[in-house]
């Protein structure tokens, strides 16, 4: 009985300070409750103004239609009739527009972007496509929608691009069309070789 008796306290003892183990683990995890992962930034686009309140304000009026992420050219902008303020092409040239421009409408510095924000449509992937023919470099921006052959097979179909980027601007230099490319796309032109790609426009610009 005795052997029984220590067996039977010892046990007890054990059930005892395991209790007391989760009393104080629960008391100290209510007095730190866990704190909530800092949120990760997030780019915020400049402010679009309406066209609308526009009319005193300094910039160039667009030539064509400029969609967001427009890497904006020297042909683009209408540089013979500036509104007034001391602004520069410099100011403009080779940046990004961070909003929908209107062909005539007036454009300002402020809603330039140094780089472009670029954000693929769900279940697609940004893929950087080298532009390797110059005829295609002054054609293809933001907005543009294209076809990429490998010789006679077609890798992509119908392409949204989100951007034109180029490692030099002046003259543009080792530039690469930011493709919206759905996942086997994306398969396929990893794949590929990019010496033998070719662009074909669907549509040029918006």
Request: some cysteine.
């Amino acid at each position: 009985m005795g052997l029984r008796v220590k067996y039977a306290f010892v046990l007890t003892m054990i059930l005892v300070l395991w209790a007391v183990a989760l009393s104080v683990g629960r008391a100290w995890i209510l007095s730190h409750p866990r704190k909530a992962a800092p949120a990760k930034p997030v780019a915020v686009a400049p402010a679009c103004t309406a066209a609308t309140q526009k009319s005193r304000q300094a910039g160039f009026r667009a030539k064509r239609n400029l969609a967001p992420n427009h890497w904006i050219r020297e042909e683009d902008l209408d540089w013979a009739a500036p509104e007034p303020g001391n602004l520069q092409k410099t100011d403009f040239i080779n940046r990004y527009s961070a909003c929908p421009i209107h062909t005539g409408e007036l454009v300002l510095a402020s809603e330039t972007r140094l780089l472009p924000l670029v954000e693929p449509t769900a279940g697609h992937v940004a893929y950087p496509l080298d532009i390797r023919d110059p005829r295609a470099l002054q054609t293809v921006n933001a907005g543009s929608r294209i076809d990429v052959w490998e010789q006679t097979h077609l890798v992509t179909q119908n392409t949204s691009v989100l951007a034109v980027i180029c490692k030099s601007d002046s003259p543009p230099n080792d530039c690469s069309a930011i493709v919206d490319a759905a996942t086997d796309e994306f398969s396929r032109l990893q794949s590929s070789k990019a010496e033998s790609l070719r662009i074909v426009f669907r549509q040029a610009k918006p």
